[in-house]
């Protein structure tokens, strides 16, 4: 595993969660292809600002997720040159939806606690509502896209994969701040409230479900 070994880090929340990054951030010493067969063998050197966020704060990065190659899915979702077609873990005849499969994947599969992503065009979003997790797309500028191989500079955001709206809210605060990389974090307001802190608890035994009988056919 990666993580804390080389850095100081306080035992908060994400203190030894194993986390996934998706493969266009950059890692250091961990190849970053964004999908790509091209770029299979390109190790960074330097984490992607939101990944070193997160190691910093005691975060376990643990692999890299396959995705839609260079975050493009061309009618093909999930598929890469580098890691071949990323499958839904609930039904392996079907895939996850694109472009951040392999994160949406790994959080269904309980591979992880919570995976990182990207979303231009529903590549969080779509990920989530296919594999029945929570994916959240933050607002432009909120999270840092440095390091991180982009697909659109004016759509791009960072963002998370989680099993619950309470963790997503949780990592959405470890990683939002500004950096001088990405010009867009510039313009966040600095005291922007916390969401997880917003974020209330309701029991599951005060939840009410409908359900609708099936009705059979009728024959003339």
Known sequence: ???????????GALYGIPIIAKDNYDTRGIATSGGS???????????AFVVQKLLDQGALLIGKANMSELAASYGRL???????LTVNPYNTARDVSG??????????????TFALGTDTSGSLRGPANVAGIVGVRPTLGLTSRGGVIPLSLTFDTTGVLA??????????????????????????PANAGRHAASVAYRPRQAARLGVRPHSRPRHP
Do not use: M
């Open 1 to 11: 595993s990666y993580g804390e070994a080389k850095h100081k880090s306080t035992k």
């Open 37 to 47: 067969a091209a770029l299979k063998h390109s190790v960074p050197s330097a984490n």
């Open 78 to 84: 999930g598929y890469s040159s580098a890691g071949g």
């Open 99 to 112: 472009s951040s499969s392999g994160s949406a994947a790994a959080v269904a599969a309980d591979f992880s």
């Open 163 to 188: 099993r619950s709206v309470k963790d997503a809210a949780i990592v959405l605060d470890a990683i939002r701040g500004t950096d001088a990389h990405d010009t867009a974090t510039l313009q966040q």
